[in-house]
């Protein structure tokens, strides 16, 4: 004989949903303490160096091939004073965009 539930009858027990609040919230805590961890982390070291930190790739000394590019932009001072120091941020922001395409079209990185 099949059991009978009536409309309302719950679905799961009380000592059920306890277990499944208590598994969520565990759940959650643990999620939240490696999104966190990644997160730091990534501002530390900067992007894309978890992954090969934890394969112990920087672990034995590797040579290799780098180029190093300092920046000046040209009157500089005279241009922040015309535009402003919100607009001038914005404009130091739009050049390292078009620095990152090229960047990104080469597989290249910014150190710092």
């Given at each position: 004989?099949?059991?009978?539930?009536?409309?309302?009858?719950?679905?799961?027990?009380?000592?059920?949903?306890?277990?499944?609040?208590?598994?969520?919230?565990?759940?959650?805590?643990?999620?939240?303490?490696?999104?966190?961890?990644?997160?730091?982390?990534?501002?530390?070291?900067?992007?894309?160096?978890?992954?090969?930190?934890?394969?112990g790739?920087?672990?034995?000394?590797?040579e290799?091939?780098?180029?190093f590019?300092?920046?000046?932009?040209?009157?500089?001072?005279?241009?922040?004073?015309?535009?402003?120091?919100?607009?001038?941020?914005?404009?130091?922001?739009?050049?390292?965009?078009?620095?990152?395409?090229?960047?990104?079209?080469?597989?290249?990185?910014?150190?710092?």
């Amino acid at each position: 004989m099949a059991p009978s539930f009536s409309k309302y009858s719950p679905v799961l027990s009380e000592a059920n949903w306890i277990n499944l609040f208590l598994t969520i919230v565990i759940y959650s805590f643990f999620m939240i303490l490696i999104i966190t961890f990644i997160i730091q982390v990534n501002k530390k070291y900067g992007p894309g160096v978890l992954l090969p930190l934890l394969l112990g790739k920087y672990r034995e000394p590797k040579e290799e091939e780098r180029i190093f590019m300092f920046m000046d932009l040209k009157s500089s001072t005279s241009i922040a004073e015309e535009l402003g120091h919100i607009k001038y941020s914005g404009f130091i922001r739009d050049s390292f965009m078009d620095i990152n395409r090229m960047l990104n079209l080469y597989n290249a990185e910014v150190y710092q």
